[in-house]
């Protein structure tokens, strides 16, 4: 079956600016987390969206948003770009709930540079 | 706060030597659960294993094996016989309460392992 896909999978954006990434889960698939990873604070995470609406959150300033679509899949919003936004996003993909097999899926991420 | 330790930031060894990577953490829960996860070059974090706090039993999957010590806090993976293609960035990852998403968990910095001929 098809992989976790996200796009695009590079972007250059300049300061000030905002971006709109995208993640499509795998078929079935009604949960969405996100992550940042940088070199100076590792993986850290973003939200989850589950069904549409967004069940968990981390320690992100309000400039960055998500939302789910009735497919399931997912978008991450950035306004206002800092120089500090440049990572690599990645989102997974599961089920949503607990069980055998149930476990997440990670997208090859979006790599995000900000000028 | 939960927290997790991965100390070697890097390791390097030759083909068929077997290695350790280790891996502490810190949790005030009784319930929890740990995670395996290897980066390849190419950027996906590919799962390997989950273990709740409730089963301290190793694990053994092919070269891969997993000593989970709730003593010492500990959740340490060995490859045995190391191949090139384990060259990757591996990640202990730590959840408090899971449901089965990949919902707050939180990360070690990594071990980055370089195998070579």
């Known amino acids: 079956k098809a992989g976790v896909t996200q796009t695009p999978r590079y972007l250059i954006k300049t300061r000030g600016q905002q971006v709109t990434l995208s993640c499509s889960p795998i078929?079935?698939?009604?949960?969405v987390s996100w992550y940042q990873q940088t070199p100076g604070q590792g993986l850290q995470f973003l939200f989850e969206y589950f069904s549409e609406t967004q069940r968990n959150k981390g320690n992100f300033p309000g400039r960055f948003s998500g939302r789910q679509f009735s497919n399931s899949r997912s978008e991450m919003n950035v306004s206002t770009l800092e120089l500090g936004d440049s990572a690599l996003y990645l989102c997974?993909?599961?089920?949503?709930?607990?069980?055998?097999?149930?476990?997440?899926?990670f997208g090859q991420g979006t790599r995000l540079t900000v000028v | 706060a939960q927290k997790v330790t991965q100390a070697q930031t890097e390791i390097s060894v030759v083909e068929k030597e077997d290695v350790t990577l280790d891996c502490v953490y810190e949790t005030r829960d009784t319930t929890y659960y740990l995670f395996w996860y290897k980066q390849p070059p190419s950027g996906e974090l590919v799962f390997l294993i989950r273990r709740n706090s409730f089963d301290e039993q190793n694990e053994i999957s092919g070269r891969y094996s997993w000593n989970f010590q709730k003593s010492t806090s500990s959740f340490n993976f060995t490859i045995t016989a190391s191949q090139v293609v384990d060259s990757a960035v591996y990640f202990c990852a730590l959840s408090e309460g899971y449901t089965g998403t990949a919902s707050k968990l939180t990360f070690g910095t990594g071990t980055r392992l370089q195998v070579t001929l």
């Open positions: 997974a993909s599961s089920l949503g709930f607990d069980g055998p097999n149930t476990e997440a899926f």
């Open positions: 078929s079935g698939h009604r949960s």
